[in-house]
């Protein structure tokens, strides 16, 4: 067993070592859905309101993310990937202004019938309502420029909602979906999670979230 001293004073190994592990949490479980789902690369821009996803990111060797220089670029970029390799892109974002800039690309992807998936970030749960900084209605704002959007409300839903998004991007006629991810959300870790293995809804809740479409 470590000793006090050895976690308040840990060697340099010890500490990279701990850092190295990230908590097997909710934006961890959304990453893992996605390379479950194929996904290799990503295309965003950070900020307060998911940088716990980032976070996840930089210790997620299976995954490229493109920094861009605007969150609507982000969505071009997505586009131009989802034309060229005929996968689904992938875009990161944070709330508020960060999710708002989406849109064009959104409607430019709804028009055109490209598959992108959109991951905003969202204030806590708790303070969603209050006006919090940087707040805004993500489900209210994307609604007409998406196939489908939703927000996770739970740790638990993390995976199916996520599998499900990407499901809908390529079913029937392709096209945007997004999904709000409080920041709360991002942070939790579900009750029964085991950091060796990837973490999947009971198939009651899968049954439940698909009969939500």
Known sequence: MDSMNDRLHPTAAAALAATDRPAHNGAKILLDTLIAHGVDTVFGYPGGAVLPLYDALYAEPRLRH?????????????E??????????????????????????????????????????????????????????????????????????????????????FELTRHGRPGPVLVDFPKDVQLAVPRDADDDAPYAPSQQRLAALRARR
Not at 66 to 71: I, T, W
Not at 98 to 106: C, E, K
Not at 111 to 118: E, H, T
Not at 127 to 151: H, L, M, P, Y
């Open 66 to 78: 493109v920094l861009v220089r605007h969150e609507q670029a982000a969505v071009h970029a997505a």
């Open 80 to 165: 131009g990937y989802a034309r060229s390799t005929g996968r689904t892109g992938v875009v990161f974002v944070t709330s508020g202004p960060g999710m708002a800039n989406t849109t064009s690309g959104l409607l430019d992807a709804m028009c055109d019938s490209i598959p992108v998936l959109c991951i905003s970030g969202q204030v806590a749960t708790a303070a969603i309502g209050t006006d919090a900084f940087q707040e805004c209605d993500a489900i209210g704002i994307s609604r007409s420029v998406t196939k489908w959007n939703t927000q996770i409300r739970a740790v638990d839903d993390v995976a199916g909602v996520v599998g499900r998004a």
